[in-house]
């Protein structure tokens, strides 16, 4: 048996805490856990409970048109829950229920090694890239954190409550779609100027530079830059005045403007 199948055995007939007793299933996750890109809800509700699966209610349809509008079905990515069964009547899941489930996330992390990290909603992006995530403010922008891409979304249940919320959650998928699904590294800059820094943290020694493949604008965060993964020697860039352009060539920095 493989460490994936093992997990969701340990998983499937765990009795950590009291949501054992209340729950039908347990929604381990669904999708190829070889996939590059995992999404992260909260809990089960109703619809996920009876079923087994996450996402298949009526947020889980809207989901699945998000998904689509990136080109993106479910068996493509990975979907879970921070918290495998459902807390009664749909309350928030209590600190000792998320700290008894923790490990099996940390696990599916661990064997997956997804490239993006997805949050959907404020209470997966706190429990995951910081406790004091923002939503509001926050949503579309990009984070590295242990080796990955994370960023969150707004929850398809809140955008199913506020449809004027959609529009930017659109902007937010286009984003995550630019990204790309390869394996280019990508680091983050707050100017194109301080591209030179951040080829630093790409393994770049001093004097040389990471060819840019694309500039993506990181929801009013700077910019995220992908790279087509080569390093090598090129002449250092002038001091660049703010208004200044960077010109990008066949993946190539070719001069400011
Ligand atoms: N909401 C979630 O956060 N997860 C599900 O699986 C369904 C609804």
């Known amino acids: 048996m493989d460490q994936w199948e093992q997990l969701r ?31 992260v809800g909260e809990a089960p509700g109703a619809s996920e409970d009876q079923q ?40 928030d899941p209590l600190n000792t229920e998320k700290d008894a489930c923790a490990g099996f996330l940390r696990r599916q992390l661990e064997l997956m090694q997804p490239k993006i990290l997805v949050c959907l909603g404020r209470i997966s992006a706190a429990e995951i890239i910081r406790p004091d995530f ?12 242990n080796g990955m891409w994370m960023t969150a979304l707004y929850h398809p249940a809140a955008l199913l409550r506020d449809p004027g919320k959609k529009p930017e959650t659109f902007e937010d998928l286009k984003r995550l779609q630019d990204l790309g699904f390869d394996r280019l590294p990508v680091c983050i800059a707050k100017t194109p100027f301080s591209l030179t820094a951040d080829a630093k943290a790409l393994g770049a020694p001093k004097g040389f530079r990471v060819p840019v493949q694309r500039l993506i604008l990181n929801a009013g965060a700077g910019f995220i830059v992908v790279t087509t993964g080569a390093i090598m020697r090129m002449p250092g860039l002038p001091k660049a005045p703010a208004a200044m352009q960077i010109d990008v060539v066949d993946g190539r920095i070719v001069g400011l403007s």
């Open 134 to 145: 923002k939503i509001t403010q926050e949503h579309g922008q990009f984070f590295e954190k």
């Open 52 to 91: 087994g699966e996450p996402f298949v209610g009526a947020a889980g349809k809207l989901l699945d048109d998000m998904l689509a509008m990136i080109g993106l079905r479910r068996q493509e990515i990975y979907i879970t829950n921070s918290v495998k069964c459902r807390p009664p009547k749909n309350r």
């Open 9 to 39: 055995q340990q998983c499937m007939s765990c009795r950590a805490c009291g949501l054992a007793d209340t729950r039908t299933n347990v929604v381990f996750g669904v999708g190829s856990p070889t996939a590059e890109v995992l999404l």
